[in-house]
């Protein structure tokens, strides 16, 4: 009876499938939001402090940390789920659990709800990250997939990119319950359409296997790892309890990649390693975003400390190097699909680099948006734009369509990791209530550097149309 169900579902959605590049609006929108929600809760910040005076600055920091550590913590095992249990349904679960989580934090009365309900939406978004690029490499043939794989990863940096500019905006109108709210109506709109028009993808099914050691142990690892880099910093944990916590971490992940090694089915084929594309894509990816989140929040607090912008025109100050990462990366995706990526790795990781430089040298203390700031935007707006979804795309170039999900997700906990590392290190340097322009000189030095490494890890990349995978 089940299977006859299940046929007739099937059948129903394969009528009613939408062309590719529907398939790709909906999944690009849940994934633009669940990158946007990693971004946009320093713009609120303010406002959140003053809604719980008498949160401590620990407890306020876990509004952020729940979701970046709970979403890099779940990405791989959440990619081995759609892998195995279908993308559809991982995809539409992962959705409405983001959807129930923002509404949950808007309306949330305590400290500790908002905090349950940022692990909810941690939860949905790593549920939704790997099905969603599973769905779009399903929904495109072969010689189309570097376009659209660019696409969703632009998609994904632009949200980050944009999430304090729309923060900004929302908690300056609504408070900071109005960052939360803003998901809403487009990411229910995303839930309607992929429910009534998303056929289910191939892939696993509901009697396969589900390597419940290995989910374990790498999230143990994960969640140790991440917790030790965010609360670096704390004044609760001592230097002995964080590397006591990084050691249980790092045993864990060793434990994982022997368990991973003498499983049947594990949850992460160490196959995929093998490569030295993968190998050296997923280095790069965890050292530029590194980089990434360092500009990112050293432009915020340079903007708003040293040249005294308020939040809503520093977020308009920097918008012009996010509206520059869609249409290069639509043009990125087109030469990948031609002629690899590892031309735009390189040249994207020299202009961001450059960015890094412009920055260093010619910014002063007096705002000239034009001349001083604007040429540093548009750099960044362009490396980022190269770089970003070309690792995306590079990640997934060589992999079977089974292995879509579990490959993407690897790659975007990578980004993640990098991600938590990012903040960790700027917030260390740049966290004071005062800033000179000397203060952002280390941070700017090592993002040019961090660029540097990227490009130079991507010379091995070999992605181009016809090479035989795994190399």
Not at 249 to 262: C, E, I, P, Q
Not at 430 to 458: K, N, R
Request: with cysteine; hydrophobic share 60%.
């Amino acid at each position: 009876m089940d299977m006859r169900a299940d046929a007739a579902i099937a059948a129903t959605a394969a009528t009613r499938r939408l062309p590719g590049w529907g398939a790709f609006a909906i999944a690009s929108t849940a994934v633009l939001l669940v990158a946007n929600d990693s971004t946009m809760l320093f713009a609120a910040f303010g406002a959140l402090r003053h809604a719980f005076p008498g949160a401590t600055a620990a407890e306020l920091s876990w509004v952020l940390n729940a979701y970046t550590v709970v979403f890099a913590t779940l990405l791989v095992p959440a990619g081995g789920l759609a892998d195995r249990f279908g993308t559809r349904r991982s995809f539409l679960a992962g959705l409405a659990l983001f959807l129930g989580g923002s509404a949950a934090a808007g309306m949330s009365p305590s400290m500790g709800l908002l905090v349950a309900s940022r692990v909810t939406q941690g939860v949905g978004a790593a549920l939704v990250t790997p099905s969603s690029l599973a769905i779009i490499l399903a929904a495109f043939p072969p010689a189309r997939r570097a376009v659209v794989v660019g696409l969703w990863g632009a998609a994904s940096a632009l949200g980050a990119a944009i999430g304090p500019i729309a923060g900004s905006f929302a908690a300056e109108l609504h408070g900071w319950a109005g960052v939360f709210f803003v998901n809403l109506l487009p990411g229910a709109a995303a839930l309607y359409l992929g429910w009534r028009y998303l056929a289910p993808a191939p892939g696993g099914g509901r009697t396969a296997s589900v390597d419940l050691v290995g989910m374990l142990l790498l999230g143990l690892a994960a969640g140790a790892l991440a917790m030790a880099i965010t609360q670096s910093g704390s004044p609760v944990w001592s230097r002995a309890d964080l590397a006591l916590l990084a050691g249980g971490g790092v045993l864990a992940l060793l434990g994982f990649v022997l368990w991973a090694g003498r499983s049947a089915a594990p949850l992460v084929d160490l196959s995929l390693f093998r490569s030295r594309t993968y190998s050296a894509v997923n280095l790069a990816t965890l050292v530029f975003n590194v980089a990434f989140i360092m500009m990112f929040f050293s432009l915020f607090s340079f903007l708003t400390k040293v040249w005294h912008y308020s939040l809503p025109l520093a977020g308009m100050a920097i918008a012009a190097g996010p509206l520059t990462v869609v249409p290069v990366a639509f043009l990125a995706g087109r030469f990948a699909a031609r002629s690899g990526h590892r031309v735009l790795l390189v040249a994207g990781s020299l202009v961001f680099a450059a960015a890094g430089t412009w920055l260093l040298l010619v910014p002063g203390t007096q705002p000239a948006y034009l001349s001083q700031w604007l040429p540093a935007m548009l750099l960044s707006g362009i490396g980022i734009g190269m770089v970003l979804p070309s690792l995306s795309g590079a990640a997934v170039a060589g992999l079977a369509p089974a292995r879509f999900a579990v490959g993407g997700a690897v790659n975007q906990a990578v980004r993640q990791f990098g991600a938590v590392l990012g903040v960790a290190l700027t917030v260390r340097w740049l966290g004071g209530a005062h800033l000179a322009p000397a203060d952002s000189e280390p941070v700017f030095g090592m993002q040019i550097g961090l660029a540097l490494l990227t490009g130079l890890l991507c010379l091995v990349v070999h992605t181009r149309p016809g090479m035989a995978p795994g190399r």
